[in-house]
C-alpha cells in the first residue's frame, strides 16, 4: 500500500514531531468544560489471582528486594504490586481482560497487512513488555513491532512472527538470525556474518 511506504519512509523524529503537532492542535480545540481522560496503567494479573483479590480472600504483601517474594500482579514496566492494589486500580478505571487465544481476536493477517496495529499491536507490547533484543530491557511502548521474518522475504503479520524491538536492534537486525519458539514465545537472537544494507 502506497500509504503505508510512506509511513515507513518518514523518521522516527518525524512521526513524534508529527505527533507534538496533533497533541498542541486538539489541546487547543478542546472545550472548556470537557473531562480530562483517565491515565492508562497497565497490570499483569492472571484472572484466577484478580477474582480471588476482588472477594478479599487474600493480599500478599509484595517485597521487592526480596527475590524469592511470589510476584501475583505487576506494572507493565515491571514493578511488583499486591493483588489489592491492582484490584483498586482496575476499580477506578476500566478492567480489559487479554487472552491470548480467542476467536473473537483477530490475531493473523497473513500478507493482507504489513504494519500491526489495533489489537494486534497492543498483544505484541504486552506479550513481550519490552525490546527482545540481547540484554535491551527498553519498554515496549517505546519499541516497534517488527517482524521476525522480514516482509520482503514473505514474512507474515501474525502475533509468532512479530516482536518489539527499540530503534537500536531494529536497525541491526540483520546483523542477527532470530527465531521464536512457538511453545514458550522466547525470541533468541543468534549473530550471523551477514553484511550490513546499503545505505
Same mark, same amino acid.
Given at each position: ?10 523518521? =522516527?523524529?518525524?512521526?513524534? *514531531?508529527?505527533? !507534538?503537532?496533533?497533541? $498542541? ?5 478542546? +472545550?472548556?468544560? @470537557? ?28 517485597? =521487592?528486594?526480596?527475590?524469592? *517474594?511470589?510476584? !501475583?500482579?505487576?506494572? $507493565? ?5 499486591? +493483588?489489592?492494589? @491492582? ?91 532470530i527465531t521464536r519458539d512457538p511453545a514458550t514465545g ?14
Amino acid at each position: 500500500c502506497i500509504r503505508d511506504r510512506a509511513r515507513l519512509a518518514r523518521t =522516527p523524529e518525524q512521526r513524534r *514531531a508529527d505527533a !507534538l503537532v496533533q497533541m $498542541a492542535e486538539r489541546s487547543a480545540s478542546t +472545550p472548556p468544560d @470537557a473531562k480530562p481522560p483517565k491515565p492508562l496503567v497497565v497490570v499483569h494479573i492472571d484472572w484466577d489471582t484478580f477474582t480471588r483479590a476482588l472477594d478479599d480472600e487474600f493480599d500478599i504483601p509484595v517485597d =521487592p528486594l526480596d527475590p524469592t *517474594a511470589p510476584v !501475583l500482579s505487576e506494572l $507493565a514496566d515491571g514493578t511488583p504490586i499486591s +493483588p489489592t492494589l @491492582a484490584i483498586k486500580l482496575a476499580l477506578r478505571g476500566h478492567v480489559r481482560r487479554l487472552v491470548l487465544d480467542t476467536p473473537k481476536v483477530k490475531l493473523e493477517y497473513g500478507r493482507k497487512a504489513r504494519l500491526a496495529t489495533g489489537v494486534l499491536r497492543e498483544l505484541i507490547q504486552v506479550r513481550d513488555r519490552h525490546c527482545t533484543g540481547p540484554g535491551c530491557d527498553t519498554p515496549a511502548t517505546h519499541c516497534e513491532v517488527d517482524h521476525i521474518t522480514e516482509w520482503q522475504d514473505d514474512g507474515q503479520t501474525n502475533a509468532i512472527d512479530l516482536d518489539c524491538k527499540c530503534h537500536w536492534h531494529h536497525r541491526w537486525k540483520h546483523r542477527f538470525h532470530i527465531t521464536r519458539d512457538p511453545a514458550t514465545g522466547h525470541t533468541t537472537w543468534h549473530r550471523t556474518t551477514r553484511p550490513p544494507p546499503v545505505t
